[in-house]
């Protein structure tokens, strides 16, 4: 699998929303979102583009197939 691509944090935030997570609350440049059956929670930091390793980590917490990225438009 090729690297994960440089991407906005709120364009992830924006697909998460549409995962099924809703933002629960900010603290500084951390957005915490929350899954509606209350089973996870994910904290991504609101930059302009998120590090390879964040949106891997991000997408790890939050059992999501990466996979599926690209077909997602925001």
Known sequence: MSKFPLLPARKVINVMIRLGY???HQKGSHVVLKRKDKQRTIVI???TELD???L???LKQSVYIPLKLNTLSV
């Open 22 to 24: 809703y933002v629960d």
């Open 45 to 47: 930091p609101d930059h």
């Open 56 to 58: 891997k980590a991000i």
């Open 52 to 54: 390879h390793g964040t």
